[in-house]
């Protein structure tokens, strides 16, 4: 069963949302709080897919609960739910480890879309087969990244990272000193049928760069392809 933690102190909003994720199929969890969210995700013994998560709420906000579920689980697909004037609010939810946002006001069509493509890629991410290998580990200078495990090491040390995460460096390391353009990467990591904007690329790679780089103002690895997009240097 698909299962979502919708949570939105506004009781309409949240009533609007369960409906229309119920009509597809999504088994619905529902709270009012940031603080009564935790309490559920932590003493649920099924589990969530996604949670989808307002800003703006009294007590905890959708930030530092967005904080809070990326902490307790990097695989957790997370969609912040912005106003359409609050641009700060997007990168800010992204930088925090949420995978997409939904700008409102929004149509059942956008939330359903927006939702459904998440799930794939999580549900892609939890069951995607390993193929066959010499080894797990690609190896690039200070980095291993083990396919089996599906972690990134630096000089010993584990970096946590998210699906999405996981998933662009997968393809960097695929692809070494190779210029990737933003279009290939969006495809690549979160479909061809991505509902959303082409700029959440970037702001993935300024989180992935304050994981993996010295001085993230002065990257050595992920470097910016000017006009073009992203490589992973290994020079």
């Not at 697909?77 to 946002?101: F, H, N, P, V």
């Not at 580990?137 to 970096?159: A, P, Q, S």
């Amino acid at each position: 069963m698909k299962r979502i933690l919708i949570v939105e102190d506004e009781t309409a909003i949240r009533e609007f949302e369960a409906i229309n994720l119920k009509r597809v199929g999504y088994s619905v969890c529902e709270a009012g709080s940031g603080e009564e969210a935790l309490d559920i995700y932590d003493n649920d013994p099924e589990g969530f897919d996604i949670a989808l998560l307002d800003i703006s709420m009294p007590g905890m906000d959708g930030f530092a609960l967005c904080k809070e579920l990326r902490r307790r689980s990097e695989t957790l697909g997370i969609i912040m739910l912005t106003a359409r004037t609050q641009e700060m609010d997007k990168i800010s939810g992204l930088m925090l480890g949420a995978d997409d946002y939904i700008t409102k006001p929004f149509s059942p069509t956008e939330l359903l879309a927006r939702v459904d493509s998440l799930y794939r890629r999580v549900e892609m991410y939890a069951h995607k087969p390993v193929a066959p290998v010499v080894s797990d580990d690609i190896v690039l200078g200070d980095f291993t990244l083990n396919l089996r495990r599906r972690t990134l090491v630096k000089n010993g040390v584990n970096i946590e990272l998210t699906q999405v995460e996981f998933q662009m460096v997968e393809y960097f390391f695929n692809n070494p000193d190779i210029a990737l353009d933003r279009t290939d990467i969006l495809n690549r990591v979160w479909g061809s049928n991505y509902f959303g904007e082409e700029k959440i690329v970037d702001v993935n790679i300024r989180r992935l760069r304050k994981k993996i780089e010295d001085d993230p103002s002065e990257p050595r690895y992920l470097m910016t392809v000017w006009g073009m997009g992203y490589k992973w240097n290994t020079h």
